[in-house]
């Protein structure tokens, strides 16, 4: 919701067409770094089943040294920090 109006600061000049375009690709982008981000977490979440990060913890350690972490979990961090460094503009996300 706070960058909803950074969105419309963006494509508030409505007679250039520059303006428009910009608001919309910074929107599309702000769409897609938020999806990433909760779909990331979302897995997250499945795998460890709460939200409490003592709990996720506690699951990561529970699993057997001889074990490796689950794909679903990998996958979720991945793209937890893909939303992030896409919301932080980090390299390679910055463009």
Do not use: R
Request: glycine share 8%.
């Amino acid at each position: 919701m706070q960058s909803l109006c950074l969105y419309i600061l963006a494509a508030f000049k409505q007679t250039s067409k520059l303006s428009t375009e910009a608001g919309l690709k910074y929107f599309i982008l702000g769409a897609f770094s938020s999806s990433l981000l909760l779909f990331g977490m979302s897995l997250i979440y499945g795998f460890s089943g709460s939200t409490n990060f003592n709990e996720i913890t506690k699951s990561i350690l529970s699993i057997d040294a001889f074990e490796m972490l689950p794909s679903t979990f990998i996958l979720g961090i991945v793209l937890l920090l893909c939303g992030l460094l896409f919301k932080l503009t980090a390299v390679p996300f910055h463009i």
